[in-house]
Each structure stands twice: as C-alpha cells, then as structure tokens.
C-alpha cells in the first residue's frame, strides 16, 4: 500500500500561480512514476503531468509550457508548480503514484477566478 498525502491548492485569480505537493509513505520503494491528475464537474478526471523515477516527464498539452512537475526522489514527494493559471485549470486535483497498482491522494480543490 502506498499513502499520498497532498498540499496546496486554493483560489487564485486568472494569471496566478499555486504549487501542490504530495508526499508518499509505505510502499514507496516500489513506485515507479506520481504525478498530478485533475477532475474538473461533469468531466473525467485527466492526467495533467508525471513524472518517473528516472525523471521523464509528460505533460497534457493544456498545460505545457505553463505547468512543472518534480520530484521522485529520496525523500518521495512530488510537486506541482501552476503558472499562469486559467479559469479551465479549475478543478480537483489528485496526486497519483504508480506501483503494481496506482493510487490515489484525497484531491485538493483548484479553483482560478476570471
């Protein structure tokens, strides 16, 4: 089992910035990837960017060039930096972690006022 405990989120205007982060625990030494997925009402939930233990990055093209994971490291947390942010980024974000199985944090709310 994998625990993901996630941080940061709230409102901000349009242009804005936030950084969310999530910290793993338990079966950590079996993840290979976490990053940060994104549930927006009546949509389904997307992946937004991950990254693996060897540093590859992906990231939806809504967001490139504006958003930037890290982490996957020693210490197993993942980070989520948010610039430039749209009244569309508005939304639940999850932070995920892949093992044998993914699993997922409890979401924190994003919500980008225009």
């Known amino acids: 089992q994998v625990q993901l405990v996630e941080s940061g989120g709230g409102l901000v205007q349009a242009g804005g910035s936030l950084r969310l982060s999530c910290v793993a625990s338990?079966?950590?030494?079996?993840?290979?990837?976490m990053g940060w997925y994104r549930q927006a009402p009546g949509k389904q939930r997307e992946m937004v960017a991950t990254?693996?233990?060897?540093?590859?990055?992906n990231y939806a093209d809504s967001v490139k060039g504006r958003f930037t994971v890290s982490g996957v490291n020693a210490k197993n947390t993942v980070s989520l930096q948010m610039n430039s942010l749209k009244p569309e980024d508005t939304a639940v974000y999850y932070c995920?972690?892949?093992?044998?199985?993914?699993?997922w944090g409890q979401g924190t709310q994003v919500t980008v006022s225009s």
């Open positions: 990254i693996s233990r060897g540093g590859s990055t």
């Open positions: 338990g079966r950590t030494f079996s993840i290979t990837s």
């Open positions: 995920n972690a892949e093992e044998i199985l993914p699993f």
